[in-house]
Each structure stands twice: as C-alpha cells, then as structure tokens.
C-alpha cells in the first residue's frame, strides 16, 4: 500500500487538509483568547500606571483611597488589589495575604489567590514602590479559564472531525486516482496484448484526467497509423522490388545458360547491374526519408542563398525539359536568403522538376517560380500534365503510393514522399492542387527562414 501513488495522494491531500485545520484553529484561539488574554494585560497595565501616578501625587494615603474606590466601583467583581508594607503586612486590597509564588524576580504571574474566601486564578501584576511597599494589581481569570477550556474542547473536537474528513476525503481521491490510473493501465495491457482498438475512457469533465487520457488516444491513434504505415511500406516494397530483383535474376539465369560470347553475358550482367541499382536507389530514398522524418538532418542548418539555388535548378533542368520537348518557365524573386538543408531543399524541388517533365505532354510549359511574402516563401512548379485525381491527392505523399495514371511510367512512389518529409523537417507544407490541367505542387515555408535583401 505504501508503494501505492494514489495512497500517496490520499496522504498528501489528508496532511493538506490537517494543517489547514490546524492552521485555522490557531488563528480562532488567537484571535479569542489571545485577544482576552491581550486585553486583560492592558487593563492591568493601565490600572497600574494610574495608581503609580496617584501615589506619586498624593503619596500612601491617596493610593489607599484610590484602591478603595476602584474596588467600590467594580461590578464584575473581578479587580484584584493588594497593598503591603515593607514586611509584607496587608495595608489595602482585597486579597488577605501576600500571595504564595509572587517572588520578586518577575512581574507577571498566573496563580491561584484566596478572595472573599474562595480560591480563584488570577492574572497579576507586581511592582514596587518607595519606601518598600509593593503593590498587587491584577484581574480574576476565572471566566476567562472556563472559555479556555471551553473553546480548547471545541477545537480538539474539531481536529477529531478534521481527521476524519481528512481521512475520507484522502480516500476518495485515492479511488479517484487509482480508478483512473488502472484504466489506463488495462488499456496499456491491452494494448501489449495486442488489441489496438482499446481507448483510455474520457470521463467529458475537462480536468487534467481527461486531457491526459486525450494524449494516450492521441499517441495510441499515432502508433495505429504508423504500424498501418509500416505494413503498407512493406507491402509496397514487396511488391515494387519483386519486379527488378526477379528481372535481374532471371537475366542472369539466361545468360548463363545462353550466353554464347563474353560480350553477350557482360551485357546481360549490365542490364542486371541496372536493374539492381534501382533497387539500391528505392532504399537508399527510404532511408534518406527516415532520416529526414527523424530530424536527424537539422545538423546541416544553414544559411544559404534560395534564390540561386532555384536558379541553378532551372538552368540544369532546362536541357531535359527541351529534349522531352517542353519548355521550363521559371519566375524568381532574387535575393531571398533561407535558414535550412541546403541539400534536402534542392532535392525536393528536383524531384517535383522531375515529374512535371515526366508526366508533361510535348509543346507544353513548365512552370518554377520562388516568390517571398508576410507569410513566408512559396516554390511552385506547375505541368500541365494529366495531374492528380483529388481523391488521390491525400494519399499521393505516400510511401510507394502511385496512382493509376502513374503506374505505367519508371519510378518506386518516393519522389513526393521525400518533398513532405523535406517540407515538415523545415516547418512548411507541401500543397498539391489542380493546374486545369496539370498539377500545381506548392512548397511552402516558413518566414523564419526567410532573409530577404532590401
């Protein structure tokens, strides 16, 4: 049980709930008896300072006639008096005797006197006079004792029953807590067990329970997607590298077996080397996305000229857009500097280079434009080629993901796969939209990588 968090909480909660019990009854005790207590101390304190400077006027007899009438004129019968002589002789009061405990060492004392024949307790004040006399002055604390007493039980009581809310109430939020902690728990076990479809229950209440249990769904939904990520990965490259590896094998085989000359099985062996290597490039593309994805690439962050980068894409990228007979438009806005991967950056934006020619009839434009504004910057490049259905825009950033239209051409289903990857490493988006015809695929970035010259 002592391992136990939610026990913890309870006795975190119940100690809370004590001390503040505790504090408030400090504050009641001070501010009822400590202020009786306070007042009878001034009273005393005032009544003396008015009989000392009553004998230093009138001297013996004023003082005794003094202490007569304030005796005189004390309804709650509650004033406490006693003058003596040098040898402790009564001379004036109401108390018969120099009373038992009252030394000369201290002022104040709290003891019990005998008066009009009865014991009480009293609060007294002693002080000395010229000519050895000493004087008594005080105040009876009976009733005062008595409320003491009174508000002592009451608040002993209220620590009783302090104690017992306290205790409740650490119970009840240790249940809370452990009923909440053991749902997810039990969604945490299944889970492992291997149903993914179980939720941590949301109570709707909006407290800090509910919030947490949004993030576990979160995450659990998150690792669903990535493991339905992960199948469709490998299914696709199944699928997609079955074709070249069983090409390259089956040309081996036919030329070992057929093969009639060196020159004959060396061209068998490149036509496999081929096939091969776009096998290596398709993984060689997964990793560089897994490692893009994984943030790994921020190291290489710098600053770098974005605009001459474009420049030189639409200069290397013009040839193959004239030998597949299309013409590259390209609108810049120079002097744009960009804080990023200078590598990643050129990549992507080759890759959509790569497929408006691919997929662009002849006689027709493509179009690459950089332009910078308030909200950033913004690389397009527009074909006009058959595009993207928009029921496959969604999934076309995919990994290995092509479409029907597509399927027919070379290529493994990276090439946009690597430009969101590229665009979320930087912070930005990949938007892909109707070029009627066409496709128009936008690179946006953000403005804090932005340096534009004046």
């Known amino acids: 049980m002592f391992r136990s968090a939610g026990f913890r909480f309870g006795i975190l909660y119940a100690s809370l709930f004590g001390l503040s019990a505790l504090a408030l009854a400090a504050f009641l005790w001070w501010t009822t008896v400590g202020l009786l207590d306070r007042q009878t101390d001034a009273a005393i304190n005032a009544d003396t300072q008015g009989l000392a400077e009553r004998y230093h006027e009138g001297g013996l007899p004023a003082l005794i006639e003094t ?5 005189a004129a004390n309804i709650d019968d509650n004033a406490i008096y006693l003058l003596v002589g040098p040898h402790f002789d009564r001379i004036a009061g109401n108390l018969n005797a120099w009373p038992h405990g009252v030394t000369m060492d201290t002022n104040w004392f709290e003891l019990p006197v005998q008066r009009a024949g009865l014991t009480g307790v009293a609060r007294l004040h002693e002080f000395n006079l010229p000519g050895g006399f000493h004087l008594l002055v005080g105040r009876d604390s009976h009733v005062r004792s008595q409320l003491r007493r009174l508000l002592t039980g009451a608040l002993l009581w209220s620590a009783v029953v302090a104690l017992a809310l306290g205790t409740l109430g650490g119970a009840l939020v240790r249940g809370a807590f452990r009923a909440t902690v053991a749902d997810v728990s039990a969604t945490a076990a299944a889970i492992a067990a291997g149903d993914l479809s179980r939720r941590v229950r949301i109570a709707g209440t909006g407290d800090e329970f509910d919030l947490l249990a949004g993030a576990v769904n979160d995450m659990l939904d998150r690792i669903l997607r ?7 990965v490998s299914n696709a490259i199944a699928h997609d590298l079955r074709t070249p590896i069983a090409r390259a094998r089956t040309r081996l085989e036919d030329a070992a077996t057929h093969a009639r000359t060196p020159e004959e099985l060396h061209a068998a062996i490149d036509r496999a080397q081929v096939d091969l290597d776009g096998v290596v490039g398709v993984f060689q593309a997964i990793l560089r996305i897994a490692e893009i994805e994984a943030g790994a690439r921020r190291s290489a962050f710098v600053t770098f000229d974005l ?24 609108s810049i806005q120079y002097d744009i500097s960009f804080y990023g991967d200078r590598d990643m950056i050129q990549q992507a934006v080759a890759n959509l280079l790569d497929n408006a020619i691919k997929f662009s009839p002849p006689e027709t434009a493509v179009q690459l434009s950089l332009a910078a504004g308030d909200e950033g910057l913004r690389i397009e490049v527009a074909d006009r080629g058959p595009g993207i259905p928009e029921a496959d825009r969604a999934r076309a950033t995919e990994r290995f993901f092509r479409g029907e239209q597509a399927r027919s051409t070379p290529g493994s289903g990276l090439g ?28 946006a970035l953000p403005v804090r990588g932005m340096n534009t010259a004046s």
Request: no cysteine.
């Open 67 to 71: 202490i007569d009438q304030r005796l």
């Open 226 to 232: 990535l493991m339905d990520g992960v199948k469709q």
């Open 307 to 330: 605009s001459a980068l474009i420049a030189d894409l639409a200069e290397l990228y013009a040839a193959p857009a004239e030998d597949a007979g299309l013409r590259l438009d390209a």
């Open 416 to 443: 946009l796969a690597l430009v969101q990857a590229v665009a979320t490493l930087h912070g930005g988006t990949l938007t892909l939209a109707d070029n009627a015809p066409g496709l128009r695929a936008t690179l």
